[in-house]
């Protein structure tokens, strides 16, 4: 990779990266540089299958975590675990994320919440447990993995458009309410890509 992009001694926790979209950019990460890769995924198998990946990578200088993101507590008691273990997180990627493709008639209210939760209220939890560091060194990056689907309607996929939708405005929100802490947000809307999410597609 040319390396005019260096990420050289930053620290990244990038959310549900043991697999998917996002190992792959923690595998990019790396290649610029990074530092420490931190990921944190739902359960031990899932953690165990990403630290499978990050050997056979070749990447050592990563540390995972078993945290569900819906989880207010568990989530801050992961970042001062983070703190006491590999130190300050100088980028945050929000990339876990589910989808339910249920036609919007048939779609219970509990479906529609949990993905919600997830992939919009999970960014928010996650981005205000680490946004006081990043405010106190006045230095900050978020990555948001948004979709197509934050600009476009689909059929069966109402829950999935409207949290995408709206992480797409949080986003934006976080660029306006901390951008004179020097904290930058941005999001990615990636098309499809061949993944465990896009498999039932395939
Ligand atoms: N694959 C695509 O085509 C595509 C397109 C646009 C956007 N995206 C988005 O990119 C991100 C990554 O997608 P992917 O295709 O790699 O998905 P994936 O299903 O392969 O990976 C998602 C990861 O998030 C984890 N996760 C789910 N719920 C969690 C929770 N509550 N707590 C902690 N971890 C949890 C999963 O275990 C998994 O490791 C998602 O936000 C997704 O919506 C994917």
């Not at 260096?6 to 979209?21: D, H, M, P, R």
């Not at 992961?78 to 130190?87: A, D, N």
Request: glycine share 8%; with cysteine; aromatic share 6%.
């Amino acid at each position: 990779m040319n390396n005019l992009f260096s990420l050289e001694g930053k620290n990244a926790w990038i959310t549900g990266a043991s697999y998917g979209i996002g190992f792959n950019i923690a595998k990019a990460f790396v290649a610029a540089g990074a530092q420490n890769i931190i990921f944190n995924d739902i359960n031990n198998e899932a953690l165990e299958r990403g630290l499978a990946n990050y050997r056979e990578a070749g990447i050592e200088n990563v540390r995972g975590y078993v945290c569900d993101v819906t989880d207010e507590a568990a989530v801050k008691a992961l970042v001062e675990r983070i703190h006491e273990e590999v130190g300050q997180i100088d980028i945050l990627v929000n990339n876990a994320g589910i989808i339910k493709r249920i036609p919007m008639h048939e779609m219970e209210r509990k479906e529609f919440q949990q993905v919600i939760d997830v992939d919009l209220v999970a960014p928010f939890i996650v981005s205000s447990a680490v946004l006081p560091e990043m405010m106190e060194r006045r230095e900050g990056k978020i990555i948001n993995i948004c979709s197509m689907m934050s600009e476009l309607g689909r059929e069966t996929v109402s829950a999935y458009a409207a949290a995408k939708g709206g992480l797409k405005m949080l986003t934006r929100n976080i660029c306006s309410e901390y951008g004179e802490y020097n904290i930058q947000c941005n999001a990615i809307g990636p098309g499809y890509i061949a993944t465990p999410q896009t498999a039932p597609l395939r």
